[in-house]
């Protein structure tokens, strides 16, 4: 196994234990603790679906000595079932990409104050929808015949579109990158006409704020996008292949984290002061002691503004 390949699968395995631990986590809260399993949570499901399959493509093309290992040194048979497998994680990490998305814009639906909020969030959805379409069925036929992607590596006879590919690929990483961008600022706009103290509007910011914390992989993809120039370095330089799955591992832990709130109040003693919100308008101790045993962020915002939404988009 060479240096490169070595890289690509530890990152691979880290990623994935994560995500695999943190989505369990978060099924845990919504279906247990919660007992609301929204949209929001399906999407999250259904993109660590996908991801498990971009990684599985990625651990077997370690191990059969293709991903990591030079085009010019794989024998015939191996470049075949390299290639096969690089189709499969590209097909994969465009819909993971798309459904984790999705799930970070129906979270930050939940707590939407004013009309515009949504319509912003809408216009993002629409916008990716059309995104992945497009850089799908780019895919799907960036070869003339199709399949001569992966048969490459035994015929002669096809083309592909390698200039075209590099674009897409600089296309969908801007709006990706521009759409996180856009919802990691959202939550300030939320929060800031909420009658809340500012160190709390602070907290609840960064929490809804954390489902876009994969703008930053998705930066530094681009910086690798141009190896695809050459379709021999497809599999040596494993940079692009490292942080596009980067990009989806960090969107889904980030997401997932912001939602397990209710698990630290249902399995730990720590009270911080913002759980304590409604119990200081209370002056009996009595009222004071019912107030501030499981007030959770969602219901501390929903008190201070009754007509936020908070319930599940729609349960699945």
């Known amino acids: 196994m060479t240096r490169r390949a070595a890289e690509l699968l530890g990152v691979v395995v880290f990623f994935l234990v994560l995500a695999l631990g943190i989505v369990i986590l978060r099924c845990y809260v919504r279906l247990r603790i919660k007992r609301c399993f929204g949209l929001d949570d399906g999407l999250a499901v259904t993109s660590l679906v996908f991801y498990l399959v971009a990684a599985a493509s990625m651990i077997e093309g370690v191990r059969a000595g293709s991903f990591g290992n030079r085009w010019t040194e ?9 290639l096969k497998l690089l189709f499969v994680y590209e097909s994969t990490y465009i819909v993971a990409t798309t459904a984790i998305k999705f799930a970070v814009g129906f979270f930050l639906l939940r707590f939407c104050v004013e009309r515009y909020q949504r319509w912003i969030i809408y216009i993002i959805l629409v916008i990716l929808t059309g995104l992945t379409f497009f850089i ?31 674009m897409a690929a600089y296309v969908h990483s ?6 996180d961008a856009v919802l990691g600022l ?5 929060v800031r006409s ?20 994969a703008a930053f992989a ?21 940079g692009i292949l490292v942080w596009s799955y980067i990009e989806v ?20 003693c720590y009270n911080p002061r913002w759980r304590r919100l409604h119990s200081q308008h209370k002056s009996t101790e009595t009222s004071s002691h019912q107030q501030s045993t499981c007030m959770t962020y969602e219901e501390a915002l929903q008190h201070n503004n009754l007509g936020m939404r908070i319930t599940p988009i729609s349960p699945v």
């Open 136 to 166: 799908f069925i780019f895919v799907l036929l960036q070869c003339r015949p199709p399949s001569w992607f992966w048969q490459q590596a035994i015929d002669s006879h096809g083309t592909c579109d390698g200039s075209g590919l590099i």
């Open 218 to 238: 998705t930066v530094a993809r681009m910086c690798f996008v141009h190896e695809l120039t050459d379709p021999k370095n497809l599999f040596e330089k494993t």
């Open 194 to 213: 909420l009658h809340l103290p500012f160190y709390i509007k602070c907290y609840v910011s960064v929490i809804l704020a954390l489902g876009s914390c």
């Open 249 to 268: 591992g960090v969107a889904i832990i980030a997401s997932s984290a912001a939602t397990l709130r209710p698990l630290l109040d249902e399995y730990s």
């Open 74 to 82: 794989m024998e015939p048979s191996v470049l075949l079932k390299g």
């Open 186 to 190: 959202l939550p300030i706009c939320i």
């Open 174 to 179: 801007a709006i990706t990158g521009l759409s």
